[in-house]
Each structure stands twice: as structure tokens, then as C-alpha cells.
């Protein structure tokens, strides 16, 4: 119940996840081991992810379809490296009516291969290209620990899958999408994620490369929390997708991959998230206004609600906006219990708000009195969008600098030990797994990725010391 008090994040900030996840009723621990019921307000939040993304995908071309969630086995099988990296996660159906199939299925943890297979299909020619689909579900990849949202047995997401001729093309449209991951991030998710070049060790199964967007929560662990695969001609030339070129020359396509997750749920708790419950960015919150009536009687409540019912109807026209009726709960246990949910912005209006025309307004990222103002009822939806959008530009700020405190650039291993315990390390690397891996032993950081933003010049291997040409940022992770 909302009445009782979080673990604070300074106390344990695993279990002030845990149960904001449940005290805000965004998901609840299913009956199967490792996976979750996302409850109706967890849901909204995620169509609110999944109009920003949709929007950005169609707005560039992308188009969405659907794909089966059962895959032969054999198709897996086909790229070496990809059902390497995913033997130990698969769920496997291996009955069917009653009889054992003749070929075992696979619940799909991506769909690459099924995807392959159709594009094998449908590319004859130069002029069916590019093909740029992307499918909203789910997936399921059978992990050992499980968190909700963040790491779950089945989870949702899009996945993208595209087609092209050339490889430079290919790239640019893995670069396009790493960019519209941050854009949506930044400017709805109000999470300043870095975006990067994952390294050989850490990249996507069967692909060439694999950039990302990192996002630091508060607890200072980094967040993968989009992601974008380069696979040049890897699963084309598993699938056979080829095509004729403008030479007549038959030739195999370049294709890549896309996804963003559920676990952005996780990175928007744990990126803005307090002592007092959830707080969400105004553009993605399933309620961006809720209105809390007061009164104590009949008299009041005939003089209160006429008011509420105006206001809730004007602000319905351009804002997520729900009246909060609930009978036998105290003003104080709803400011609590919305304030739990992380709602942008609470409006409150009583007798006394009736007499003077106007209302209090609460902001849910200035807890307490420094959030709290009247305003007049007139001109009320320009100052409630007013405010909502100094709340999202509020939060992102907040984001960036406790980001920015919490990076270290270090030149020695000393320090960067030292950093990965308070923080994420930026540093010179050699782009040698040897040293990828000591890093990980001795400090449990593993590397997040490489920044598109580069110093100029070189330095040297902040591990090894030897000559390196880029810098890698080391950090604890989900």
C-alpha cells in the first residue's frame, strides 16, 4: 500500500526498486518463474514508449508487421555465432497436439532468423530494396536472475529488421536508428543517454557491430538501454538473401537490427525515481494532471465538484488528465499515493480554492512546500502546460548533472578502480580483450561503449599502457 513507507535508495537501492515497481501497481510477479504481469498503469506508460518510438519509425520510412513467435530450431542453427550467444537462453517447444514434433521449436528470443528466411523470400531485385520493418511483441530468453522489467524470462519490445544493398547504407541506418533511440530518450524519456560502439566482447550474436545508447541511473550502475546491429552480410549470407543488382550481378544483401525494450520502464524509474516513489516525464506519464476534490460535507461537495468537473473538462482537452472520487481516503493518503505513482502534476481544489477562483498546484520534482503554488483558474491549461513543460526540462537537467558528477576521467588503474565504485570511468583503451577482461575481474565493471564523441589524438591503455585510439567508458551494469 501506498501508506507505507520505501526502503530509501541510500539504504538499499535493489529493494526501493523492487518494491516501487509494485507499490506504484506497475507489474506484479507472475506464476511462472522469472516473469511478470505489467498491471494497467505499467502498461500505459509503455504505450506512451510505444507511440514516441512508432511515431519517430514511421516518420522515417519504417513500417510495421508481425512475425511468428515459434522458429524451427534449424533456423538458429544456421548462423554459428547466433546460436552461440543464445543456446543457453532458449525455450524450446519440442510436443505439439499431443505428439512429439518432428523438429524442435524455438520460442523466439529475437527474430533474425524467421525474419531472414521471409526476406530470402521477398528480395529478388535491386528494386525491392530497402525493406525496413519493424514488429511490436514480445520475446522470451530463458534468464537465470530476473528483476521486473529489467531482466525478465519474456519481456516486450520492437524490433527492427531491415534489408539494403550496400553496406554503406546499412550503416546509415544503423546510425539512424541509434539516433532516434537517443533523441527519444532525451527529449520524452528525459534520460541523457550516452550513445557508443559496443566492443568486440560485448556486441550482438552474428553482428559486424553493435552501438548503444547508456543511460546512468541512481545508483550510479549503467542501463543498456536501446540498442542497433551493423550485421553487413552475416545473416544474408545464412539466409540466402540475394538479389540482382542494377548490373544484372547477383549479389548478397547487407542487412541490420533494432530494439528497445521494457526495460526503458526500469531506466525512467531508476533515472528519476526518489525516496518518495516514482517520477515520470510529463510526455510519457499515463496521467500528466491528476485533480484531488476536497471537501467535508455535503455543502462542500456540492460547492467543490461543479468546479472540478469544469476544470477536468478543459484540461481533458490537452492533457492525460484523472479525478481522483475515491471516497474514504484522506487528502493526505491521495497526495501520498499519486506522489508513489510519480504523477507530473497535482491540482487540489477545496472550498476556501472555490471562494478565490483559483487552485494549488503541486509539482511532483519539487516535493513538499518549494513545489506547492496557487494559481487562478483562469488561463489554467496554459499554466498547467506551462509547467509540465518546465517539469520534463527539469528533469532531464537533473539527469544530466548528476550524470556529469558521477563520470571520472582517469588516466591510471588506480583510479580507475577507484571510479567504477563511485561512478563510470572514462579512459583510454587499447581495444584488447585481455584488458577488457581484468577490468571486469578486479572491479565487476565491464565496458559500456565506445562514445561517438572522441578527444582528437591518442593517449595510452589506461590497463596495459600501450598505444590506444579511443576512449571507453567502465562501468557496473544491469
Given at each position: ?383 498547467v502546460g506551462e509547467t509540465l513543460k518546465e517539469i520534463q526540462a527539469a ?84
Amino acid at each position: 500500500m501506498a501508506e507505507e513507507k520505501l526502503t530509501p535508495q541510500a539504504e538499499n537501492f535493489s529493494e526501493w526498486y523492487n518494491q516501487i515497481v509494485q507499490k506504484a501497481d506497475l507489474a506484479d510477479y507472475a506464476p511462472v518463474r522469472g516473469c511478470m504481469v505489467v498491471k494497467p498503469y505499467g502498461w500505459a506508460l509503455w504505450e506512451n514508449i510505444q507511440a514516441a518510438l512508432d511515431r519517430r519509425f514511421k516518420a522515417t520510412g519504417h513500417v510495421n508487421a508481425a512475425f511468428p513467435m515459434l522458429i524451427p530450431m534449424s533456423f538458429l542453427e544456421k548462423e554459428k555465432e547466433h546460436v552461440e550467444g543464445f543456446s543457453p537462453e532458449l525455450a524450446v517447444v519440442t510436443h505439439g497436439g499431443g505428439e512429439k514434433l518432428e523438429e524442435p521449436l524455438v520460442v523466439r528470443p529475437t527474430s533474425e532468423t524467421i525474419i531472414g528466411y521471409m526476406y530470402s523470400k521477398w528480395v529478388k531485385s535491386y528494386r525491392d530494396l530497402p525493406i525496413l520493418i519493424n514488429q511490436w511483441g514480445s520475446v522470451v530468453r530463458w534468464e537465470m536472475r530476473t528483476r521486473l522489467f529489467l531482466r525478465t524470462a519474456e519481456f516486450y519490445w520492437q524490433e527492427g529488421h531491415t534489408v539494403h544493398a550496400t553496406s554503406d547504407e546499412a550503416m546509415a541506418e544503423t546510425r539512424l536508428m541509434l539516433d532516434t533511440y537517443r533523441d527519444f530518450a532525451v527529449e520524452d524519456g528525459a534520460v541523457p543517454v550516452i550513445p557508443g560502439r559496443k566492443s568486440e566482447s560485448e556486441k550482438f550474436a552474428g553482428a559486424v557491430s553493435s552501438w548503444t545508447i547508456e543511460g546512468m541511473m541512481r545508483d550510479t550502475r549503467a542501463l543498456q538501454s536501446g540498442t542497433s546491429h551493423y550485421f553487413g552480410q552475416n545473416f544474408a549470407r545464412a539466409f540466402d538473401i540475394k538479389f540482382l543488382d542494377q548490373n544484372n550481378e547477383l549479389q548478397f544483401a547487407y542487412t541490420t537490427s533494432w530494439g528497445l525494450s521494457t526495460r526503458f520502464v526500469g531506466a525512467i524509474i531508476m533515472t528519476h525515481g526518489d525516496d518518495q516513489g516514482l517520477m515520470l516525464p510529463p510526455r510519457l506519464a499515463p496521467i500528466q494532471v491528476v485533480i484531488v476534490p476536497i471537501y467535508r460535507d455535503d455543502a462542500e461537495h456540492s460547492l467543490v465538484m461543479p468546479v472540478v468537473e469544469r476544470l477536468q473538462k478543459e484540461l481533458g482537452e490537452s492533457f492525460r488528465v484523472h479525478v481522483d472520487l475515491r471516497d474514504g481516503l484522506t487528502p493526505g493518503f491521495k497526495f501520498n499515493d499519486w506522489e508513489m505513482r510519480g504523477v507530473p502534476l497535482r491540482i487540489e481544489v477545496g472550498p476556501k480554492d472555490v471562494e478565490k477562483h483559483s487552485v494549488a498546484l503541486a509539482r511532483r520534482d519539487r516535493p513538499g512546500k518549494a513545489g506547492k503554488s496557487f494559481v487562478p483558474q483562469e488561463g489554467l491549461a496554459q499554466t498547467v502546460g506551462e509547467t509540465l513543460k518546465e517539469i520534463q526540462a527539469a528533469l532531464l537537467a537533473r539527469a544530466i548533472a548528476f550524470r556529469d558528477e558521477h563520470i571520472f576521467a582517469v588516466r591510471s588503474y588506480a583510479d580507475l578502480t577507484d571510479a567504477v565504485q563511485k561512478g563510470w570511468a572514462l579512459a583510454w583503451w587499447c581495444g584488447s580483450p585481455e584488458c577488457e577482461a581484468k577490468v571486469k575481474e578486479d572491479t565487476k565493471a565491464t565496458t559500456r561503449c565506445i562514445p561517438l564523441d572522441q578527444e582528437s589524438g591518442d593517449g595510452l591503455c589506461v590497463v596495459c599502457g600501450k598505444p590506444a585510439r579511443e576512449k571507453i567508458y567502465f562501468a557496473r551494469a544491469y
